[in-house]
């Protein structure tokens, strides 16, 4: 049966955000998560639909892609799909060719689960291998330790100091209000928690959102910040633990989170807070000029 690809309307989202729940396993792959939606959609639902493509098989939805950013695609892959030849090559023409809506022309990325076929199937059409990203997960079968720092549920009223506090995380962050609400409208947000840490002062210190997929499925971290005057003091640990506290209370089976390899004080943090990294992901990237086949 024959593979068609496809963009959303906002009304099919909710599809999209139910299969990728679906696929959300701690025995298959750390993979896109509908979390990853769920943070995206801070730029609107028409945004959100515009940036995910979808791959069906008759009636089923076999693959989902979310271009988060003009070069690079997230592909999440369903789990009993992960060695299908037919939707690997698919994926890897719809990829290599702009004709076909998903990448433009001159350099661009993939994110594929690990051990897909389609991973081999790009670096046989000569996708180099990219930047290692560090995947790591805390199972919440036990119950979490106290994080030892005062944490405090965002709504609507608190969105401001979350936001404020992000945009002190990380250089050139775009966090704003209005972004704050529009991801808190979206369908995703349903299973989500974001939180506020604040020193003894009173300070707010440190932020995290957190994604559940469902009871007994994975929920995802994301993202997490500390703010740049506050750093050196525990409070990733602190509120990364807050993270796991909040995603067992909504019935994750464990926390998953990915970082760049090479960001050193990102992994420390996740693993000081009883996170265990799994086998590395690397983006397949195509160079600017490069035609891969």
Known sequence: MAIVTSTPDVAGLREVVDVLRSWQDDAAPFQLHPGDLGWFWRFGADATAEAVRTWRRGDRVVAVGLLDGPDLVRVAVAPDALGDVAL???LVEDVAHPARGVLGEGAASVEAPVGALVD???AAAGWRAD????????DLAAPVEDPGIRVQDVG?????????VLR??????TSTDERWHAMAAGLPFTDARCLV???????????VAVWSAGPGRPGLVEPMGVHRDHRGHGYGRAVTTAAAVALRGLGASSAVVATPSSNLAAVATYESA????LPERRDRRRDDGAEPT
């Open 131 to 138: 930047e290692p990203w560090a995947v790591l997960r805390r």
């Open 274 to 277: 009883g996170f265990r990294r």
């Open 120 to 122: 081999a199937h790009l």
């Open 197 to 207: 840490g604040y020193d003894a002062p009173g300070s707010a210190v440190a932020v």
């Open 156 to 164: 609507p009223d608190e969105a401001s100091e979350w936001t404020e």
């Open 168 to 173: 002190a995380s990380f250089d050139g962050s």
């Open 88 to 90: 690997a090559e698919r």
